[in-house]
């Protein structure tokens, strides 16, 4: 049972480099999203999917792009990284529009 | 603006004993609330969840208690075990948005289950 995948685990970047934090879930879940957890302020929504092709922003979406072309995958990309960035990010999954979140394990992020 | 508040970052408690875990939200519009909880290196794992229909929910040694007119729930673990030593945190969302991803979490606290 992978339930949902998050890759990389951990990940430094300079300011100024892109890249892709990868998520992907094998329960067919409709419902995806990202979070990300700082120290002192819970976990935050960034962005999320209802299905493959719909995606809306959440609490905190400035500097983070995302797509959904599939039900299984939902990347995270951070086109101009910035140290505010620096953070751990959560991918999650759910069956159903009130149903629980299943999460990732969370990608380390460290903008230097 | 914090809509929903864990006042307290950290608790001690001997096995055995209760824990109680606390939750301040600000949001009227919150109807559903859940507890999630959370090891090191691990992504957070459903633990309870309570309706505003309700003003308990009990699955096994974890009961949720949610007061409206005082906007507060807690979250009480009796007996408590050293592997429920995690970080807990409260979490809520307006259920007629027809998205379960809209959650608006707390900032958690450090349960710490003693011998």
């Known amino acids: 049972n992978a339930g949902v995948t998050q890759t990389p685990k951990f990940q430094v970047l300079k300011t100024g480099q892109s890249m892709t934090l990868q998520c992907a879930q094998d329960?067919?879940?409709?419902?995806m999203s990202w979070y990300r957890q700082d120290p002192g302020m819970g976990l935050r929504l960034i962005h999320y999917?209802?299905?493959?092709?719909?995606?809306d922003q959440g609490e905190v979406p400035n500097g983070y792009n995302v797509s959904r072309s599939t039900t299984e995958d939902f990347p995270l990309r951070l086109l101009s990284a910035a140290p505010s960035q620096t953070s751990v990010y959560f991918c999650?999954?759910?069956?159903?529009?009130?149903?629980?979140?299943?999460f990732g394990s969370g990608t380390q992020l460290s903008v230097l | 603006d914090q809509q929903v508040k864990q006042n307290s970052p950290s608790l001690s408690v001997q096995e055995g004993r209760i824990s109680i875990l606390n939750c301040d939200y600000t949001?009227?519009?919150?109807?559903?609330f859940l507890w999630y909880k959370k090891y090191p290196a691990e992504g957070p794992t459903f633990l309870i969840s309570?309706?505003?229909?309700?003003d308990k929910n009990e699955d096994g040694r974890f009961t949720v208690f949610l007061n409206k007119s005082a906007k507060h729930l807690s979250l009480h673990i009796v007996p408590s075990q050293p592997g429920d030593s995690a970080v807990y945190f409260c979490?809520?969302?307006?259920?007629?948005?027809?998205?379960?991803?809209?959650?608006?979490f707390g900032t958690g606290t450090r349960l710490q289950v003693t011998l």
């Open positions: 999650a999954s759910s069956p159903g529009p009130n149903e629980k979140l299943f």
């Open positions: 329960m067919n879940h409709e419902y």
């Open positions: 999917s209802v299905g493959a092709g719909i995606t």
């Open positions: 949001n009227s519009m919150f109807d559903y």
């Open positions: 309570i309706s505003s229909i309700k």
């Open positions: 979490a809520a969302r307006i259920g007629n948005t027809g998205t379960a991803s809209k959650l608006t």
